[in-house]
Each structure stands twice: as structure tokens, then as C-alpha cells.
């Protein structure tokens, strides 16, 4: 089957235009489609105009010489100004006078006879403990340009912690808290931490998730290349039993007490490196995503503005259920978000703890407006009824998101029908950690939407779908997705690796000879121009919107003494959209048995997190190879989506009973 005849799905759904609502709370910020397509077009042929009048919206130290700068793979944007991420997102606001307006709101998971536990902090209360937290960095030796890696849940402090390194200049590396010991390592030596942010633990379904335990371990795994690395550890509610080492552990409230409230922040320059974001690749290494200060500002901000209507004064409360320990959450829970002067909520727990219903009885409570999840989550909630979402009052929404995957159409009429009553428009959001923002997607008072496109580009980003050569492919017919043209919240580089930076995004694609950004993903454009994602094209897997690098898990399984070889590839699931197909072969000695797959599953988990894990093992004696000796992981990927007949070319497979094989063996 082609890439055009694929997503049948979708296809089916696509003369089903839904047109703008009228606003239900504050108007439209872009009410049409022809005031979208007129400021888009500007975005494109006059971007130094265009995106310098947006960045004159912003506080800036020192202005700008020049608004871009660009030399394939590079780009500088904002050249020779200096302004400060966590200016922009706190000061500015009590510097004009709205210092007593609530900034930030959080709930916890544990749910006592009074309730679940909620703070606010207005800007003015968030300035001072920025503020804190920034000099207790200064008192570890955190200096400008150093990275302070932080694992930690989903608490007021994790956001104050990153706002305080974006104060002082440090760059920050925050680890989702689902990641093991020797992941943490990994990405501490890389980035060349000194100092790691943690809490005792995170509550998630009742139970709590051991951080400090993890912390511990990694540090000993970085012992072994004499690596020191300090501790700062936040007491939560957790009253789990942690180790202390007091040679290199310290208590948050502790040190906050010892230092002054009042930290100035320092001028960056745009181009100075704001934080390292690792994500997975195509082989084992993890990358360190770099963004810088001015770009990433300008364009957070900017998309999450228009794209989730953000007005200040409007009694709104945005609602992003992503961690902060993925870009989603960097994005569009702070930075985005902050400087548009729009309170932002936090969540630290599950969406199904104590009831299923945890979500929505969040959203009637606290008047949510804004609600941006994933694909996974709604899937989620689909199966588990109805009822959960109708006996809340939800008529406080206003707009609708998706982001992290595709999503498939039925859940899509379900989002807009049971959450938002057929009221909400739905964005349903295109973009990666490389992006930095929103790429691909509705305007909600302005794009006619269809279910499971992202439909149009955002400001500023020139995407196309083209083949191999660069030339753009017909209607419908699929293709590589590529941007042409540089945009302000693009990534840097990849930390410490500047030829993987090139091979990774910047070689797949030239079009006039010059090398273009190469998203790696397959799409394509409808007859209205409308894009339509249909997934990678490397060997990443997207599970639940959380990208995972194929030869990660499958050292990791190698790595066991059981398997002598492995191939991961991924597979339909109903629920995370991807779930993860392992195919194994065993050593002498070793015989296939659910008690193995569970301690597979198990070191996995270890290895790299719980979010790896496999949800299929097969066990077969040999895998289907090329005659060079290359695993042919399409036809897996068939045989994991449960296909009866393989209908590929095979002309270069060495043994051909060795698909039959694997489709008759067992699996888990």
C-alpha cells in the first residue's frame, strides 16, 4: 500500500469541514480565515518586518540589529539584542503594574477530606521565589552558560526551578521523572551538570514515584567517571523514606531560607544557549536539543497567543496536561504562555486518580478555558465512558488542543462532541522538541478544521511536502515534510554533536542545491492544502506522544543476558496510538516464557523508564534479514500490526520461512 492510499481514515473524513464557532469568551484574536492567510503570507515574503514588530512587544535589555540571520543550518535570529526568558514571563508583568494577578495554579494528586491540595502565586509572589531559588544556584556555583539538570514531579517548585535557571543564565536539562537511573546519568555526563533539582518523591495513582531513589543511583553510576554532582532536593509529601548523603544533599527550604529575595535578571543575549531538551534518535544516544533565549521567546509565545486565544483580563485559566519534562511542557505550560499574561495550571498527578472522572472535575472547579492533552489521554477517556465527562459542568471551555500524535478522527468527533459539546474548536497541533513551537495548525476563530489534519501552517514556517529530490508532490499523494525557510523557535544544534545536528535535519532534503529542514515525517496535502501527518519515516516511535529511539530499547535488550538479538518496531495500539513490538532471539540456555518476558519488560524499564517497555515480546530463532545482513524491520512492523498476508517486496529477503515462523510464534 503507497503513502497515498494510507490513512484511509482520515481521507473518509475530510469533506467534513467544521467552520469556526463564535467565541464563547473573549473574541477571536483572528476571526477569519482570509485575516490568517494575509498575515501568514506577510510572515513568509517579509519576515524581518513581521516578526520584528512582534518582538517589539517584548522587554528587550538591548534591541536587536538585526531580526534574522540565516546560512543553512544556521539561523540567529534577533541578532545583537539581550533580553531574559524569565523577564518576559514574570517581571515584566509586575514592572507594569499587575504583580497581584495570579500567574500560576496547581493541584496536587492526593485528594484529603478537604480536597486535593491547591497554591496560587501571583507574578509579585513568583518574582521573589524566582528569585531565591536563582541565588541558591549562585551559592552551588551554577554560573552563566553552566546546565542544571532537573528531575523532578509535577510541583510549583519544578517551574520556579527552570524560571530561576533562565534568571541567572544557566541553561537547564529537565528529565521527564519517568526515566531511570542510568538515563538521568547519561544525560547529566553529557550535559556536564553539577547540580541536580529533585523532589523525594511524586505522587502518581495513589502511589509515589521514588526520584530521589533514582537521583541516588544515577550518582553513583557517575561515580564511576569520578563525576561530582551536588544534590538539591525538594521535600514533598511524600514521607518515603529517602537516603541522605550530607556530603552532597541538600534541602530546598532549607537553602531558600538562607539567601535574599531580590536576584536581578541578566541580560542574555538572544543567541545564548536557553535550555538542552533531550529527545530520542534513531540510534542509541539520546540528542541534546539546544534552543536559545530570543527565537524560542518570540515564538512561544507568539504561537500559543494566537493558536490557544490568550487574553489577558478575560478571567482565563490555560490547562496544559502535558510534564514540564517534555517540550510540550517547556512550551506551553511556562514559557509560551507566561508572557501572554494568562494564569497557566498545573497538575501533578494522574487524570484517573481517585475516579476517572479526576480531569473534568478539575475543569468544572477551576473554570478551565483553555485544554490542551493528547491523543492518548482522549482514547484514554473514550474507553473508559462517557458518564465521567457529562456530569461535569464544562461549559467554561473555550478552546480545545491536541498535541504529540495524530490524531485518529473518531476521537476527534468524540473531543469535540462529549468534552466540548460541539461548542469548542479543536487546534489540533503539529511540532517536535526540534521546533520549539507550534508548527502546523487550526487558529481557533479563524481555520475551518478537519477531523485528524493540524490543517495549516503557523506564521513564519514555509512547510512542504516533497519527494527524495525536493520537488513538491501532487494533492494527496504522500511525501517528506520539510520547512524551506528558517523560523524564529527552530533548534540550534544538538549539544556537543554538530555532524549529527547536519545529518539528523539538515541532509535528507536539498531543494536548489541549498539543504532544507527535513522534519522526519511522512505527509501529505489535500486538495485545500490541508496537511495531514502520517508518521515517521526513520525508526523513532511516537508512544503517546513521547518519542523513543528504536536502538535504545533495543540495546537496552541486548544488554540482558538473555537476548543475543532484538528488534523494536512499532505497532497499532488503541490506546497510545504506538505501542512498542519486540522481537527477540535467545541465548543457549534460555527457553521462551511469560516469567521471561515480564523481566525483559522489567529491564527495560530499568534501562531506559517504564515508558519503553514492550507491550508485545515474540520470541523467534532468527529475524528476517537482507542478504547484507540488514533486519528488514518493514516487514515486522506488519507483522506486528497483525497482517495475515505481507504483501512487500520480499525479493531481497535471505530466508524466506522466517515470516512464517514469526507469525505463528506466541506472543505477549
Known sequence: MSQSEGNIESILHESRLFEPPAPSGAPWLIDS?????????????????FWGEIADGFHWFHKWKQVVSFEAPDAKWFVGGTTNLCYNCVDKHVRDGYGDEVALVWEGEPVGKDGPEVKRFTYAELQKEISKFANVLRGL?????????????????????????????????????GFSAQAIADRVEDAKSKVIVTCDGAWRRGNVVPLKENVDHAIEILKQSKKKVAAVVVRQRCKNGIEW?????????????????????????????????????????????????????????????????????????????ADIGWITGHSYIVYGIMPNRVPTFMYEGAPNHPEAD??????????????????????????????????????????????????????????????????????????????????????PGATPTKPGSCTLPFFGVDAAVVDQEGKEVPAN????????????????GVYGDRQRFIDTYWSTVKIDGKPVYTAGDGARRDEHGYFWIMGRIDDVINVSGHRLG????????VAHEAVVEAAVVGMPHEIKGTGIAAFCTLATGYEASDDLRDKLRAHIG???????????????????????????????????????????????????????RLQATDES
Open 33 to 49: 480565515l482570509d485575516e490568517y492567510k494575509k498575515l501568514y503570507q506577510r510572515s513568509i515574503d517579509d519576515p524581518k518586518s
Open 141 to 177: 556555583e551554577v554560573h552563566r552558560g553552566d546546565v542544571v539538570t532537573i528531575y523532578m514531579g509535577m510541583i510549583p517548585e519544578l517551574a520556579i526551578a527552570i524560571l530561576a535557571c533562565a534568571r541567572i543564565g544557566a541553561a537547564h536539562s529537565v528529565i521527564f521523572g
Open 245 to 321: 548523603h550530607e556530603e552532597r544533599d541538600y534541602w530546598w527550604h532549607d537553602l531558600v531560607h538562607e539567601v535574599d529575595d531580590q536576584c536581578e535578571c541578566v541580560p542574555l543575549d538572544s543567541e545564548e544557549m536557553a535550555f538542552l531538551l533531550y529527545t530520542s534518535g534513531s540510534t542509541g544516544k539520546p540528542k541534546g536539543i539546544k534552543h536559545t533565549v530570543g527565537g524560542y521567546m518570540v515564538y512561544t509565545a507568539t504561537s500559543a497567543k494566537y493558536v490557544f486565544n490568550l487574553v489577558p483580563g478575560e478571567g482565563q485559566l490555560y490547562w496544559c496536561t
Open 358 to 443: 479526576r480531569f473534568w472535575d478539575i475543569v468544572e472547579r477551576h473554570k478551565v478555558t483553555q485544554f490542551y492533552t493528547a491523543p492518548t489521554a482522549i482514547r484514554a477517556f473514550m474507553k473508559w465512558g462517557d458518564e465521567h465527562v457529562t456530569k461535569h459542568d464544562l461549559s467554561s471551555l473555550q478552546v480545545l488542543g491536541t498535541v504529540g500524535e495524530p490524531i485518529n478522527p473518531e476521537a476527534w468527533m468524540w473531543y469535540h462532541n462529549v468534552v466540548g459539546g460541539g461548542e469548542c474548536p479543536i487546534v489540533d497541533t503539529y511540532w517536535q522538541t526540534e521546533t520549539g513551537g507550534h508548527m502546523i495548525t487550526p487558529l
Open 477 to 492: 499523494h504522500g511525501g517528506l515534510l520539510v520547512v524551506r525557510k528558517p523560523w524564529p523557535g527552530m533548534l540550534r
Open 550 to 557: 528504536t536502538m535504545e530499547v533495543e540495546s537496552a535488550l
Open 606 to 660: 530499568e534501562q531506559i523508564g517504564a515508558i519503553a517497555k514492550p507491550d508485545m515480546i515474540r520470541f523467534t530463532d532468527s529475524l528476517p534479514k537482507t542478504r547484507s545482513g540488514k533486519i528488514m524491520r518493514r516487514l515486522l512492523r506488519s507483522i506486528a500490526a497483525g497482517e495475515v498476508e505481507v504483501n512487500q517486496d520480499t525479493s531481497t529477503l535471505e530466508d524466506f520461512s522466517v515470516v512464517a
